[in-house]
């Protein structure tokens, strides 16, 4: 096989890093100063965009080091019976293209992750080099979030973590039995270890020794993870119930939802159960309100019927049509957590409301000024100037928000 250059590898290891969903890119037009006219560039091989601890939107360097891989799992597109195009960075090669990428602006950081080669450990091995080569050698002060790799030896993912701003590990699906059947190769048991001493790394580092002085600082950006989903049968309620438990457990900044999508010779993945990219994104909802509005699973959940959220309505929505004897609520007297269920009114919405009617009553025209999304909420509110009237039991309510049904194709 022909000696892939430089350029080549970059072009095949920074599409199968799309796959990663713990570092997603955002959408924007494609620019370049490549001509010659202007200075730098929006879109290139590599460049994701994703937000950083303190909420800043930043550019990384987002890459496998090889899409080489000694697994077999059924959902991965680069599982070694896939008959991908295969490439492989050196350790030089990623540090090399992070700090040319860094000094000419076009990043600020590096997202890095990677199939498995030779043993967990080896490429364990090769990632914590280059996260020790970019910090040590080069003084390098950006981003680096490390996918790491379970299996690998305890001290390499405590070497990963003082290296590293975030570390995440996946734990591929949403169930144990999943993982057996899909990814027999890999272990829950041994998943969840790996990321219980993520977070006991993390808290021993948080205290000051008897000295007063502070330790190293492990992996200060938390850790995530991520799993598929719609690649076995697990409900959504299944789904959300093991995010809840990760968060809890280990502390986690994130779950990421990645909706699987049917790859060449997958035959023991079943079909898919739902249309997969709105499933991940109603998931999305539903995890912002678990974490965020005081839900629970249940609640969530239980608007419908099998155990899976409703695709054509978002998750909060869905739960207030199925209990409309809770609405409507009046603005001016309604709890914190009451207000928070209202369809239409998010947390900064929430918080302004409570601010203001301290000192006056609130009227329509004030919510729309404080970012309420009116079309959602006026059925599941009363303001002095509003009454929603026989609209909030209205047979038709949910007809005015989900979408008309469409023709499908033939083709």
């Known amino acids: 096989m022909a000696r892939l250059t430089l350029d080549e590898k970059l072009a095949i290891l920074s599409d199968a890093a799309k796959y990663d969903a713990s570092c997603a890119s955002s959408g924007g037009a494609k620019r370049d100063s490549r001509d010659g006219k202007g200075l730098g560039s929006v879109t290139g091989s590599g460049i994701c965009h994703a937000y950083a601890p303190d909420g800043r939107c930043i550019s990384l360097l987002k890459i496998l080091m090889t899409n080489f891989c000694i697994y077999d799992c059924a959902y991965c597109v680069n599982r070694v019976s896939s008959n991908v ?8 090669e990623v540090v090399s293209l992070t700090l040319e990428f860094y000094r000419r602006n076009y990043i600020e950081g590096l997202f890095l ?3 498995i080669i030779r043993s967990p ?3 364990m091995g090769d990632m914590v080099r280059i996260a020790r080569t970019l910090r040590e050698d080069h003084g390098f002060r950006g981003y680096i979030h490390l996918k790491t790799i379970p299996d690998a030896a305890p001290e390499l993912i405590e070497q990963a973590g003082l290296y590293a701003d975030r570390l995440s590990i996946n734990v591929e699906l949403p169930t144990d039995a999943g993982v057996k059947t899909l990814a027999p190769e890999k272990s829950p048991d041994q998943i969840r270890r790996t990321m219980a001493d993520v977070r006991l790394n993390r808290d021993a580092r948080c205290d000051k020794s008897h000295r007063g002085k502070r330790p190293p600082r492990f992996a200060p ?4 993870t991520q799993m598929i989903v719609g690649a076995d049968a697990a409900t959504d309620t299944d789904i959300l119930t093991t995010s809840t438990r990760l968060y809890s457990s280990y502390r986690l900044s994130r779950v990421y939802y990645s909706a699987f999508s049917p790859i060449p010779d997958s035959s023991q993945v079943l079909p898919l159960i739902k249309p997969p990219l709105m499933r991940e994104h109603r998931l999305y909802q539903a995890d912002w309100l678990l974490r965020f509005y005081g839900f629970d699973v249940g609640e969530i959940t239980g608007a419908t019927q099998g155990g899976n959220l409703d695709l054509a309505i978002d998750p909060k929505l869905a739960w207030a049509l199925a209990n409309r004897h809770h609405f409507p609520v009046d603005v001016n007297r309604a709890g914190r957590e009451m207000l928070l269920r ?3 009114l998010g947390a900064k919405t929430v918080g302004r409301i409570l601010a203001t009617r301290r000192h006056r009553t609130i009227r329509y025209g004030d919510l729309m000024r404080m970012g309420a999304r009116l079309t959602h909420a006026r059925p599941f509110l009363t303001l002095p100037d509003w009454s929603p009237g026989g609209l909030t039991d209205s047979a038709g309510l949910r007809a005015r928000f989900a979408p008309p049904p469409e023709q499908l194709s033939l083709l």
């Open 342 to 344: 209202v369809p239409g």
């Open 85 to 92: 195009t295969r490439a492989r960075f050196s350790v030089e």
């Open 113 to 115: 992750s990677s199939g």
């Open 121 to 123: 450990d080896d490429t």
């Open 221 to 224: 950006a938390g850790q995530s």
